[in-house]
């Protein structure tokens, strides 16, 4: 308790000064904390460089550990503006975001339907929010709480709110999502995120299947709802363009296993497109795979 409110304290601190910055400096602290990290952080960085080469194994270990500096530079820089995003004055906020292409935007986003708006960790995925207040409706996003640190949590939930965004708890959510489905809101789902082996569906990523949440799918099959992939395209500090792909049409007849399955390789697809354009903008820092019990254990005999 005492240490969430250390932090938190910290935190503001640091809002406080950083607004006091041009904007070039403040780019330039959250790049420069992003490459401390990759240098400090061992374990994190070599997860990073590890991943990109199963996801790229035609690349060479110093291409990966570039696209790795630069991942964790952009991951620095996301955190500075989150922590400015409630200071962004609303007359600036048509001006440094936009929602593109506006034909999906306003048949889908737009459309007064419940729609899943499937995102990733990808880009500044924190400050999606703000499509709220491009589109003047909800939007709602699941969070996996902090379970250790209450305060923290609601800290950070505030932050996120300050982008326009509703929080719900991640955990046992279905029925509340259905409901706001029911009530033409947009749900924001990140659909990149490992599951465990006891609850997910083996789907191929990148040539190889992992753990993957069945979620999205199973709503998208049992409300008929639209899932619209969107993710921000970094245009400069604070300033993104965010990107609705075509829906991804949720399969609904056939064997239920099978279907799921099906759907949910589809959002895989989708990822690994974005991720190939734009490889230093995804979140390569988790075990994504999980870990290569394998190699761990020619490791040890070796």
Known sequence: MIADLVIIALIKLLQQCLRVLPEGARRAVGRSLGAAGFAVIKTRRNIAINNIMRAFPEITRKDAQDIALSCFKNLGTNMIELLLAPYIPADEVPGRFSLEPRDIVDK??????????????????????????????????????????????????????STGLTIIVNANTGKEVMRRLKNNHIVAILGDQREKRSRGVFVEFFGQKVPTSKGTAMIGMKTGCIVVPCYPVRKGFLRYSIMCGEPIVMEREGNIDELIEKNTRKINAFLESIIRQYPDEWFWVHQRWGRDRKRKETARTV
């Open 108 to 161: 889908t986003l737009g459309s007064g339907r419940g729609v899943i708006a499937l995102t990733f960790h990808f880009g500044n995925w924190e400050i999606l929010g703000i499509t709220s207040k491009l589109l003047n409706q909800p939007v709602v996003a699941l969070a996996r709480p902090l379970k250790k640190h209450v305060r923290l949590n609601s800290f950070l939930n505030s932050l996120r709110e």
